[in-house]
């Protein structure tokens, strides 16, 4: 039998372009302070910390964590520095549950963050490294050609893509910490937006954030002495494959595929559209949200889309995706992944405030990276896995 | 649930490789080396863990190049720390221990020599406060090396004995990139590269790479005659002010020591890049005299960055396995003046 495991509580900063009112150490510990206050835990009971980041060149520090040890509770304890490229958050998470779930140890804080107003995750993101064709078009740049693909594989309607930034962004409008609150966008103002990289509009991608997200996961002892609700992890899933080969299916990737089948398959979900109450995707351009509805398996292949047109993405609708706003309202690269799973966390705990999706029993938070090959999920419960 | 460690490899321990910054070409030979060792092939592993550092390599996602190396077709469980591999051999044990893998593959890799090491690591300090002054990682070591020559707890001699000892040792490592027999006259007639430290005092400037293979419980017995078992496995953190912490000792290399339950120890292979932290560690960690230190001469004689750490665990791994020892630890340090300390205790039965 595992050992199980449960989000006792979550925290996030207000994000925006430049939070240049905090030094990272006070971002992580705006985050840190909300996590710990939700979770009722005090830094005694604390047993590690895994802090997770993307590039270190974001913010122009190397292994940022070290000179962090003090502001994020760790001196004196584990700290584990996780850095899976764009999944990371995810990864960050799924870390500090297999250090609970392995019996290692009982209480740990997770924190993930990203300061992007330090430095310019676009060039960043753009250097040339020996044998690589140099990009140097960001990640929108990079993820364009994969969209235009799945316009024509799919058969998509053009205006899929707007309709998914209309409901990430107005659902934004419902979270106070979101970075892009914007209740009254509409399909007209999306599609008379400039195209940055065809298909992708300016209305249609993920800003650029100044952000951190934090959780404390606890053992089944932690749980049970929990006065509030917690999220039951009822499985966890991370998969990778190559950033270039051939044969690669860069519009549904295997790893993807592969990680929501053993997810799935972990948490005893036969059919994910009907089982899952909401799901936090990681969409950084609107059109990932049907690519990824058929990627996790909630949609057959080339149908995604057909779910975002009827409305049932919607909060209210079949399958709730990201009603925090995801990726496309707030973007702190390295915390982005975590947002998802505290998210989805959150809903599961009845915490999501204006943006709770009613009655939510189980809840999917997901996260990628990199040129679409590494993949992190988890599936948490409002009840312990049976 | 038991794990131990079953497979060590490393790369030749070079001041200038020929190779990218990426490590595919150092990990290719490699995990070929350890796979072909235990009769496996890459899809017979379960979980991939590694350890490296963007600002190393000089660029963002060094790690997600290397992953070519494993050839992740089909796709495979895999993660990556921006942490020396020690600590992904940490988050690889901890996986098996969950019970979601049965055998792990652990890599780290560093081309130190691609920039300007001392000021690269200094690029680790609080960004707003201490690395606008640019204080670079040799000189940080030689405070801490004066700080404990003015306490009464180690020489220049003691200091060049200690690189004397590891230049000895390193003659039987084949990866070794110094090696030799010196002596301490001919040592401390050098002249300081930052007072008191010589250059044989600081660890050299190396490219490299190394490799382990972990198994659970049955599948260790069954591919390995000796397993190293993992007995104790802990690290510790302490603040990185350095002027918040007495520099002479490290607390928690002391607390990680302790965790991990070092007593009854035959052969401690621990990552030292100066020779002064030898010595530091072996007090802190509270190993007496009849403990064999860093047969392989540790990381005075080869420091390739993010990857020794693994190397020592790697190395006293071997001790094991080749019924050398029959409980052995491997240390790893990170940050400035040992900011960070794991130990990995193996034993073998």
């Not at chain 1, 609700?229 to 991370?238: G, N």
């Not at chain 1, 990628?368 to 988890?378: P, V």
């Not at chain 2, 130190?112 to 690269?120: E, F, I, T």
């Amino acid at each position: 039998m595992k050992l199980q495991a449960a989000v006792l509580g979550t925290g996030q900063t207000h994000h925006t372009t430049r939070r240049t009112d905090v030094s990272i150490a006070g971002l992580c510990r705006e985050a840190i302070d909300r996590a710990m206050a939700d979770a009722e835990t005090s830094w005694d009971q604390i047993d590690a910390v895994v802090l997770g980041k993307a590039p270190d060149l974001f913010e122009g520090v190397m292994m940022p964590e070290l000179f962090l040890a003090d502001a994020i509770g760790a001196t004196g304890k584990p700290l584990l520095r996780v850095h899976t490229a764009g999944s990371v958050g995810g990864a960050t998470g799924i870390v500090a549950s297999s250090l609970v779930r392995s019996g290692v140890h009982k209480r740990v804080l997770a924190i993930a963050f990203e300061k992007q107003s330090e430095s310019n995750a676009m060039w960043a993101l753009s250097i040339n490294p020996p044998f690589t064709m140099p990009l140097g078009a960001g990640a929108g740049g990079y993820f364009a050609p994969h969209m235009r693909a799945y316009i024509r594989r799919s058969g998509a309607p053009q205006h899929i893509g707007a309709m998914v930034a209309v409901k990430d962004r107005r659902n934004g409008s419902r979270n106070p910490f979101a970075h892009l609150r914007q209740p009254d966008i509409t399909m007209e103002s999306v599609q008379a937006s400039p195209m940055l990289w065809d298909p992708i509009r300016m209305d249609e991608t993920c800003p650029s954030s100044d952000g951190a997200c934090a959780m404390v996961i606890g053992d089944v002892a932690a749980a049970k002495a929990s006065s509030r609700p917690v999220a039951w992890i009822h499985a966890t899933a991370m998969r990778t494959e190559a950033t270039f080969f051939a044969g690669k299916d860069h519009v549904n990737p295997q790893a993807g595929r592969d990680a929501a089948a053993a997810l799935w398959k972990d948490a005893g979900i036969t059919d994910p559209l009907k089982e899952i109450d909401a799901a936090e995707i990681y969409v950084p351009f609107s059109w990932f949200e049907p690519m990824w509805l058929e990627n996790l398996g909630f949609a057959p292949d080339g149908t995604g889309w057909k779910l975002t047109e009827a409305g049932d993405t919607e909060i209210g609708g079949r399958l709730p995706v990201n009603p925090s706003g995801g990726v496309m309202c707030s973007n702190p690269i390295g915390a982005s992944g975590l947002l998802r799973f505290a998210e989805a966390a959150m809903q599961v705990m009845g915490r999501a405030g204006d943006h709770q999706v009613p009655d939510a029993r189980k809840a999917l938070g997901h996260a990628y990276g990199g040129g679409s090959q590494f993949f992190s999920m988890w599936v948490v419960g409002a009840a312990p896995l049976a | 649930m038991e794990v131990a460690v079953i497979g060590f490899a490393q790369a030749p321990n070079q001041r200038h490789g020929q190779t990218t910054t990426n490590g595919v070409e150092m990990l290719v030979p490699l995990f070929q080396e350890l796979l072909t060792s235990r009769g496996l092939s890459r899809k017979d592993i379960g979980f991939w863990c590694s350890g490296s550092s963007d600002y190393l390599a000089g660029r963002a996602f060094s790690f997600v190049t290397a992953v070519d190396a494993i050839g992740a077709w089909p796709p495979t469980m895999e993660s990556h720390v921006e942490m020396d591999a020690a600590w992904a051999l940490y988050e690889a044990w901890v996986k098996l221990l969950t019970g979601e893998a049965d055998t792990a593959l652990v890599y780290g890799f560093g081309k130190s020599s691609a920039g300007n090491l001392r000021r690269v690591m200094a690029l680790q300090l609080d960004p707003y406060l201490v690395a606008p002054l640019w204080p670079d990682s040799v000189s940080i070591a030689a405070l801490q090396a004066r700080l404990g020559m003015q306490a009464g707890l180690w020489s220049e001699k003691e200091m060049a004995d200690v690189a004397v000892r590891s230049r000895a040792a390193a003659l039987s490592n084949p990866a070794a990139q110094i090696s030799g027999h010196v002596n301490v006259e001919d040592l401390l007639s050098q002249p300081f590269v930052a007072d008191p430290l010589r250059a044989h005092d600081c660890a050299p400037i190396t490219d490299g790479a190394a490799a382990v293979l972990l198994a659970t419980g049955d599948r260790a017995r069954e591919l390995c005659e000796r397993p190293a078992w993992i007995t104790g496995f802990a690290h510790r953190v302490d603040t990185q002010n350095i002027g918040l912490r007495d520099l002479t000792t490290s607390v928690s290399a002391a607390k990680a020591a302790a965790d991990a339950n070092v007593d009854g120890i035959d052969v401690a292979e621990i990552h030292a890049p100066f020779t002064h932290q030898d010595i530091l560690l072996r007090n802190a960690m509270g190993l007496d005299s009849s403990v064999v230190m860093n047969p392989s001469g540790g990381a005075l004689c080869g420091n390739p960055m993010f990857a020794a750490g693994l190397a020592r665990i790697g190395s006293a791994a071997t001790e094991i396995m080749a019924g050398r020892a029959g409980r052995a630890l491997g240390h790893a340090t990170s940050g400035p003046a040992l900011q960070q300390n794991l130990v990995c205790v193996l034993e073998g039965r």
